[in-house]
């Protein structure tokens, strides 16, 4: 009965009545010890009862914002529960040592050290709860396999045809800014991820058009995108955009930050024309938008390369790609990104670079930028450095936490562009 794993979870009293369906932590690492389909044996501090026995189906990064407690403490890192029962005959958790996770828990000064996670077994199931029996079978099926057969209707697997296809509309001459790109993941990994992004509440199903599963091959092949203009004009500074990933919905359309999505314009590009890095066509179509930019038709002294560290798309907080991937992530996903942007920056030679996300900046610059927002909220100018190349971090293109978000993001970017030409 190792097929997953029981945990018993300390929760804090206030957030049982703020979503009983989640659990939520401080550390990034206390979450993920848990994995899709593990048991959760759920106690609540200050009543000292078991609330009941879930399973998890989901993971992420700040599910439901407003997950604090009565002082405000936010608990950002994450998962979604699934009630599997709540009938519990065992009513007095800190006197029983006879439970497995007992000795570690009182160690632990009850859970109040940082600690929240203990692992747990089928027989402190038998212990607790009114019937265990419902849990054998679970406990032996693994979450994943389970969940690929009811997904079995909602994503095809692709056929070496539809590769072709798509590799041929890749082609096209109309087309500079998608490119094809595989992970070939181990088999565990792959049915962990496939679940995720056909069952997840990000809703990925909305762009089948970009993720294409291969169920013999344990692989994922995507769309992503990057805008890298043919022609190099030499009056003109070459200055490179780095984000942390694409969102689907502008790979489907062709074109990063399509300027039709709501609020696009003026999340992005408003701000970079303002500061005087580029004109704006005068539709806003992600079509006039990628003929403007691969051809350079601004009139301004900079030409703009546009990449993402990350080539797989998400539609929310680029920490998805941890809860996507697991340790898949570290071990493979960042060594591979890292080699890819040393092989554009060798291609298009650029003398600055602009960062949109903390962590990009810091993996670049081996910087920490911790408060970033409040220096540039400031005025301050953050800047590193790699290979000889300028680096400059400024807001997220989403950022709308200052009294005027919009102006900000234009005169840190003024502040980078005066930096630049000096």
């Not at 848990?34 to 009543?47: A, E, Q």
């Not at 001459?173 to 088999?187: A, G, R, S, T, V």
């Not at 991820?193 to 013999?216: H, M």
């Not at 408003?270 to 806003?284: E, I, R």
Request: glycine share 4%; net charge positive.
């Amino acid at each position: 009965m190792d097929s997953r794993k029981i945990w018993f979870v300390v929760h804090h009293q206030d957030l049982f009545d703020v979503d009983k369906n989640l659990i939520g932590f401080k550390r990034e690492s206390q979450r993920d010890e848990l994995s899709v389909g593990d048991i959760v044996i759920y106690y609540r501090t200050g009543i000292k009862q078991f609330m009941g026995v879930y399973k998890i189906t989901s993971k992420g990064y700040c599910l439901n914002r407003n997950f604090k407690n009565l002082e405000g403490d936010e608990y950002p890192h994450q998962c979604r529960l699934e009630l599997l029962t709540d009938r519990i005959k065992h009513f007095y958790p800190t006197k029983d040592s006879s439970l497995s996770f007992h000795a570690e828990w009182v160690k632990s000064g009850w859970g109040r050290r940082y600690q929240q996670v203990f692992q747990a077994t089928y027989e402190d199931l038998v212990r607790i709860v009114a019937d265990a029996s419902q849990f054998k079978d679970l406990l032996q099926k693994p979450e994943q396999e389970q969940s690929l057969k009811e997904d079995v209707d909602l994503q095809a697997q692709i056929s070496t045809d539809k590769v072709k296809d798509i590799s041929d509309t890749l082609q096209c001459p109309d087309n500079k800014i998608n490119f094809l790109e595989e992970y070939k993941l181990p088999h565990n990994i792959y049915l962990n991820t496939k679940s995720f992004l056909c069952k997840s509440e990000y809703s990925f199903l909305n762009w089948r058009e970009v993720y294409f599963f291969d169920d013999k091959k344990s692989s994922i092949q995507f769309l992503s995108e990057r805008l890298i203009p043919e022609v190099r004009y030499p009056t003109k500074k070459p200055l490179l955009l780095l984000f942390s990933n694409p969102h689907p919905q502008s790979v489907k359309d062709g074109m990063l930050h399509t300027p039709n999505f709501p609020g696009g314009q003026r999340l992005f590009w408003g701000p970079l024309s303002d500061a005087g890095f580029c004109t704006l066509p005068s539709q806003a179509t992600p079509e006039s938008y990628r003929r403007h930019f691969l051809n350079v038709l601004y009139s301004t002294n900079f030409q703009l390369y546009f990449d993402c560290l990350y080539s797989f798309p998400t539609n929310k907080d680029p920490k998805q790609l941890k809860d996507i991937f697991g340790v898949y992530f570290n071990t493979n996903i960042i060594p591979q990104s890292n080699k890819r942007i040393q092989e554009t920056l060798s291609k298009v030679k650029v003398n600055s670079i602009i960062c949109f996300n903390k962590d990009v900046f810091e993996k670049l610059t081996k910087k920490t930028a911790k408060g970033y927002c409040n220096e540039l909220n400031n005025g301050k100018l953050i800047k590193g450095q790699i290979n000889n190349i300028s680096v400059y971090l400024t807001y997220p293109t989403g950022y709308r936490y200052s009294s005027d978000p919009y102006n900000s993001k234009v005169q840190s970017l003024i502040n980078i562009r005066n930096d630049i030409r000096r």
